[in-house]
């Protein structure tokens, strides 16, 4: 789940970015660091230390937690999808992401993205994953915040019924 994930992420989703800014240097590198350390973090413990039985795939926190991943990586790949064509090619300028989750929430992908972690950590019932869907979802909702009043001050047509990262409640 994990290696889908940045396969995903790191080896077939820019191929499919269309134009965008250039990512700052200092954002960049506070990325590639946090990555490495917890890629670190996850792979040493599965790899050295989690014991797990010969039936663990039929257990059901593996189960429960692979399809709660399987549904947050394909909530981000499809909001991926949404906000990479908002604009027509050559098109300029800002507009309000319609479809999927984001009727609900500003922030679909990330909603997704804690989702995938949430399901990694349940399925590989370590404290490293919690950690690290702890710290992803904090990140993310910060962000997510800052998205969503600056969606709601860009646009006055902005749906304001909309929530920030989870449907109904946040």
Known sequence: MFLVHYTQ???????LIRGGK???VKAFIGAFTFCTYNGYLQSRYLSQYAVY???WVTDPR????????????????HSDHIL?????????????PRGGL????TAANY???????????LASWSLQAGAFALFSACSLFSIAQHHHQWYLEKFEDYPKFRKTVIPFLF
């Open 84 to 96: 990479r064509n908002l604009r027509k090619p050559g098109e300029t300028g800002y507009k309000i």
């Open 111 to 121: 909603f997704g993205e804690v989702m995938e972690w949430c399901g990694f950590t």
């Open 102 to 105: 984001f009727e609900y929430v």
């Open 53 to 55: 039985a010969d039936d």
């Open 62 to 77: 593996f189960l429960a937690g692979f399809v709660v991943w399987l549904i947050g990586t394909l909530i981000n790949i």
């Open 9 to 15: 992420r790191s080896l077939i989703f820019p191929f």
């Open 22 to 24: 250039p990512t700052p």
